[in-house]
Nanobody, 116 residues
Framework: EVQLVESGGGLVQAGGSLRLSCAAS????????IGWFRQVPGKEREGVAC????????YYADPVKGRFTISRDNAKNPVYLQMNSLKPEDTAVYYC?????????WGKGTLVSASS
């Protein structure tokens, strides 16, 4: 069974840092593009960052460029999202995502809250 499990969320003051982890079971996380998304209640889920399966290239949404870093040590380790200089507008539930054989898989999310 394919599963994605996020961890590492929490409450921090604005300007602080958190590192999120996305662990996978049922498939090799290094063989698919992995994305981080976030959602605030009442708003649509938005893409934050993505790491390519082929060469580990990273892509970022404009609001997080220069502050967030997505990474993966190897094909078996979790995918990480290092979040620095957090702002109150980064407060959201963060989800890990993978598209496998045309099926979208999501974790249950982890809450990040940055207070001003």
């Amino acid at each position: 069974e394919v599963q994605l499990v996020e961890s590492g969320g929490g409450l921090v003051q604005a300007g602080g840092s958190l590192r999120l982890s996305c662990a996978a079971s049922g498939f090799s996380i290094g063989t698919y593009n992995i994305g981080w998304f976030r959602q605030v209640p009442g708003k649509e889920r938005e893409g934050v960052a993505c790491i390519a399966k082929s060469d580990g290239s990273a892509y970022y949404a404009d609001p997080v460029k220069g502050r967030f870093t997505i990474s993966r040590d190897n094909a078996k380790n979790p995918v990480y999202l290092q979040m620095n200089s957090l702002k109150p507008e980064d407060t959201a539930v963060y989800y890990c995502h993978a598209m496998i054989l045309g099926v979208a898989y999501w974790g249950k999310g982890t809450l990040v809250s940055a207070s001003s």
